[in-house]
């Protein structure tokens, strides 16, 4: 298995530490040039979150930043990736609740963010219609993480776990499809 990451993580057996930074396409081209085929399995987990402050306080470019890592550099990873893709292989996305026009009503002003999640949903319905893999969105849940905070329910052991086995196994949800991470669908 595969990191990327801008710094690695700690060691664990198994795992191959890439040096990673979604924000900067060279470094984007550079980590998957250094990925062998066929690669099975692609999860898609790096974001940041916005500005919370609401309307008042957007910026352009502040907006701009968040699209770059949260939307282009998972598409333009997944574009990097393709000729070492497996042809079954699986492409998820970890994208988020809040990106859904219908379910995703967070009351705390992060228009960015928002907004690259909603965006990154619709990439993954694009990629689904373009692509003969498996392309997913995948709401995590709310996990006790950096993002999710200490007072979040979910712990990211647990989350991570389920995402794996829902991905491996027979529930793993059709392409183009955006669920939690039980494979409940959210509605776009
Ligand atoms: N936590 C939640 O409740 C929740 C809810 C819904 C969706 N999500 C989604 O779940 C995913 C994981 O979130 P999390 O909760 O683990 O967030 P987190 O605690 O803020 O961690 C974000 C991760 O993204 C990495 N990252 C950020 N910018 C990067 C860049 N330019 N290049 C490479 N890596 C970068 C960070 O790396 P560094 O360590 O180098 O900063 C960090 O490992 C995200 O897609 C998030 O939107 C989370």
């Not at 329910?153 to 669920?179: K, N, W, Y």
Request: proline share 10%; with cysteine; hydrophobic share 45%.
């Amino acid at each position: 298995m595969l990191a990327l990451a801008r710094k690695p993580g700690p060691d664990l057996p198994g795992v191959t530490p890439v040096a990673y930074d979604q924000s900067d396409e060279s470094s984007i081209r550079r980590a998957a040039s250094a990925i062998a085929a066929p690669v099975d399995y692609v999860l898609h987990n790096a974001a940041i979150r916005g500005d919370t402050g609401g309307l008042a306080t957007l910026t352009a470019d502040h907006l701009a930043e968040v699209m770059r890592i949260n939307v282009a550099g998972p598409l333009l990873l997944t574009r990097a990736l393709l000729p070492a893709l497996a042809p079954d292989a699986v492409l998820s996305f970890i994208s988020s609740r809040a990106g859904s026009f219908t379910e995703g009503h967070d009351p705390d002003g992060d228009y960015a963010y928002c907004l690259s999640k909603a965006a990154l949903n619709r990439a993954v319905a694009k990629l689904a219609d373009d692509l003969p893999q498996r392309v997913l969105a995948l709401h995590p849940g709310w996990i006790a993480t950096d993002m999710g905070g200490p007072g979040a329910p979910d712990d990211p052991d647990e989350a991570a776990r389920r995402i794996v086995a829902l991905l491996a196994g027979p529930a793993c949800p059709p392409s183009g499809s955006f669920t939690d991470n039980w494979g409940l669908p959210i509605a776009p």
